[in-house]
């Protein structure tokens, strides 16, 4: 596996909830790449629960920065989803089924709904799914104007620059026994994969995100 399909891989298995799916991944990479990764994927899952529950999901900046609050700079385009939906030939019971099978509580008249009216509703997470499914970029299923403000890849820069973030690869590579420039990739990755597109979480958030997961390695 070359570096970047592993890139490729890594961000797809943080996205992925635990599971039959996850593990047919994982068992696509080396061993060494595997243990790593599995380690990563423990702590991050367990990362995850302790950061949801608190407070609520329209309050929470753990959950705006995942992409699971809807985001008004980043809303679903009726028009768009109608368009793709009849071009990969997915009606509103399939999309629903693939959905509910990454584990988004969606049924048939949801997506009806979303076809034919304002989807408001819909978080920036569930778009992402909504294009992976219909294998298109996101940006292609929101309106032009949250399309322009989708800002992720320039705050990444921004986070990888900090001073921070370098001693979170030092200590990130020194808890999973991996080469600094390896840390850094799967830190990066874990950014990409983790925070949603079209408005800026903002860096200290990024880098507190990451402090939760780094420091829970530690302590593992």
Do not use: Y
């Amino acid at each position: 596996m070359t570096e970047n399909e592993f890139d490729e891989a890594l961000e797809t298995l943080l996205e992925l909830p635990a599971g039959d799916e996850r593990n047919g991944l994982l068992a696509n990479l080396s061993e060494d790449q595997r243990v790593v990764v599995a380690r990563m994927l423990e702590v991050d899952d367990q990362v995850w629960e302790s950061t949801h529950g608190a407070p609520p999901l329209h309050s929470d900046p753990v959950a705006a920065m995942l992409g699971l609050v809807p985001d008004a700079s980043f809303r679903l385009d009726s028009k768009t989803l109608t368009e793709n939906c009849s071009r990969s030939h997915v009606p509103p019971s399939k999309l629903a089924e693939r959905l509910q099978a990454r584990g988004w509580k969606v049924d048939a008249a949801d997506v009806f709904r979303w076809q034919n009216s304002v989807a408001s509703d819909v978080s920036p997470a569930l778009i992402r799914a909504i294009a992976e499914e219909l294998r298109v970029d996101p940006d292609k299923l929101v309106s032009p104007l949250a399309a322009k403000q989708a800002v992720l890849d320039t705050v990444v820069e921004l986070v990888t620059a900090t001073k921070r973030f370098g001693e979170l690869v030092e200590r990130f590579a020194t808890a999973q026994r991996v080469s600094p420039g390896m840390a850094q990739t799967m830190l990066r990755t874990r950014m990409l994969a983790t925070v949603h597109r079209g408005k800026e979480p903002g860096v200290d958030q990024m880098l507190e995100s990451l402090e939760a997961l780094v420091s829970a390695l530690e302590a593992s």
